[in-house]
């Protein structure tokens, strides 16, 4: 039992630390979306500069690509 134990802390750990390095970059993207706004350049994709979809900003607001763009970078 204490094997599992010690295994079951350090899978919960390493998720542990999985969730706050998504959080983190979460973040970063928040404070970015924020930069953009007080810069009037908040809704326009970082590489081809168009609008991006009202659609796209009203399930991930901090996005800073329209949907063309995020699919060429997957």
């Not at 998720?15 to 979306?33: F, S």
């Amino acid at each position: 039992i204490g094997r599992l134990t010690r295994i079951d802390a350090i899978q919960m750990q390493g998720m542990a630390q999985l969730n706050r390095q998504q959080l983190d970059i979460r973040r970063r993207q928040v404070d970015a979306a924020l930069a953009c706004f007080e810069k009037g350049t908040y809704g326009l994709c970082r590489k081809c500069r168009e609008p991006i979809s009202f659609e796209r900003l009203d399930v991930l607001p901090e996005s800073p690509f329209c949907m063309d763009c995020q699919e060429s970078f997957e």
